[in-house]
């Protein structure tokens, strides 16, 4: 069954250059990749994004760490990727969410760490099924940034509605 999930490359991935290290990975899939982009991660969307955690004590710093605060990297890289069991297969190849008991050929334990405040630099943020994938991809994605038809959508038509274009010389 085809499944989406969003995979973000979180800005510790960034900062240690490991973009192309992490899409080689991911490769291994054999998944199709429908929709990527570079995000500067707001706190409102930190937020949303780890909605589910914010009880946690190590809530504020996790939603620092996702908008690049503690690496000087204010963006992350966000794909979906699109295919026969894309979930398990991506999460796969993520590893653990704990670094440290991450597999050593996983991503997350070839390139994550635990801070000596304890949170988790895992490098990747892997959707953890079909019905979080759905709730992250629409948070993270509008459905023209993605190539294929993955839920469903309407049209709105809006009045007034202001757009950033490029100026003239």
Not at 24 to 40: G, N
Not at 69 to 90: E, N, Q, S
Not at 118 to 145: M, T
Request: glycine fraction near 6%; hydrophobic fraction near 35%.
């Amino acid at each position: 069954m085809d499944q989406a999930v969003l995979i973000l490359i979180k800005p510790d991935g960034l900062k240690k250059s490991l973009t192309g290290n992490i899409l080689t990975r991911l490769s291994e899939t054999k998944l199709e990749i429908v929709a990527a982009k570079m995000v500067r991660v707001s706190k409102s969307l930190a937020e949303e994004h780890y909605k589910h955690l914010k009880d946690k004590p190590f809530f504020p710093e996790i939603i620092h760490y996702l908008q690049g605060d503690l690496h000087d990297r204010k963006k992350v890289m966000a794909l979906v990727y699109w295919g026969p069991d894309a979930i398990t297969k991506c999460r796969d190849l993520a590893g653990s969410t704990n670094p440290e008991e991450a597999e050593a050929t996983s991503i997350r334990g070839s390139y994550g760490r635990i801070t000596t405040s304890g949170v988790y630099e895992n490098v990747v943020h892997v959707s953890s099924n079909v019905p979080e994938a759905e709730r992250e991809i629409k948070l993270w994605f509008n459905p023209d940034e993605i190539i294929v038809d993955l839920y469903g959508t309407k049209t709105v038509a809006q009045k007034e509605c202001a757009t950033k274009v490029w100026a003239d010389k």
